[in-house]
């Protein structure tokens, strides 16, 4: 039977509040029979696409919604970031922020209005999805679908990885997320590196009154422990104090654990209740009612699991005994207070796939990879 023209596939850009709000919508229709699947909070969401955010000072971006028969059906952002162009000078641009039914010529669409903008702007390649950057959402879901997402992590239907690779991509990058009971047994080489370490290494928790100089710290351990990383960007200092200053609001100082070595900063760890727990059935919105519920569940139930989202040892110390002992000081210093909470498992992730020592840091201490996220490339010429 012949497609009416009411039934044609149509992209809007979103270029104002109207087609933001309607880019927003995208996921919970493409969700919503998914039991998994948590709907983030709206003004989280709409904060991310601020002109005042950092990440646009050194970036630019496009979004298209797609459109079929009245209904939005699909999305897509396409963004070109000059901080890695700079580090890289490769014509590298991003696809990030994907959602939709499973229809190839949704998908085929969204993926010809994102490249053919990312060309214009002089891009010769195209990896993803990044959300909207590599420090942030990155990579697709592959396999772990079963599972709910844990704060900032992404979820997917098992379909987007075939049509993505229908339309020609092919895989750069996998990433891993693993969990790990909160309770489980260090081991006795791990506690005896660690007391042996004590004379020279403390361990400390956040100091929230000097917030500011607090993520200045982080962010320096982070650019220095992931600057060899593979797709590594550098946080600027803007971007660094913005996310503290968001996720501050959701943890206790206990929850940031720094480590310093002869008193000078040498690795640190933030760890994050599991917010996604206390979201499940508020359908992203805050009122009337929610943030009561949000308030009372984070405060005094408390979510049963947490993710480890931040994580970073200075180059000097990755490949001496120090590197994965710090680690295990900083874990064994926040775990008490976790515990203490309620807490019963933890997320760690994302790892990268070919990151020996810190999976092998993870397993170690009984963390089991459980998801794997894929980036994807393509050439544009």
Partial sequence: MPESQDLKITLEPVSGTGQLRHFLAVPARVYENDPNWIQPLNFEQKHRFAPGRPFFAHARWQAWVAWRGGEPVGRISAQVDELHLQRYQDDTGYFGMIEAIDDAEVFA????????WLREQGMRRVRGPYNLSVNEEVGL???????PPYIMMGHACPYYATQVSALGYHQAQ???????PTDFEAPPIMTRLAARASDKVKVRCLRRKQLAEEAEVMREIFNDAWQNNWGFVPFTPEEYLDLVKTLSLLLPDEYVQIAEYEGEPAAFMVALPNINEALSDLGGKLLPFGWAKLLWRLKVRHPKSMRVPLLGVKQQFQH???GPTMVFMLTDAQRPHAVARGVETAELGWILEDNAG???IVETIGGKAYKRYRL?????T
Avoid: H, P, T
């Fill in 109 to 116: 669409a969204l993926f010809e209005a994102a490249e053919d």
């Fill in 141 to 147: 879901l592959v396999e772990g679908f079963e599972y």
């Fill in 174 to 180: 996998d990433l891993l997320a693993y969990l790990i």
């Fill in 320 to 322: 001496s005994r120090l």
């Fill in 376 to 380: 994807y490339e393509k050439d544009l």
């Fill in 358 to 360: 810190m999976r092998n």
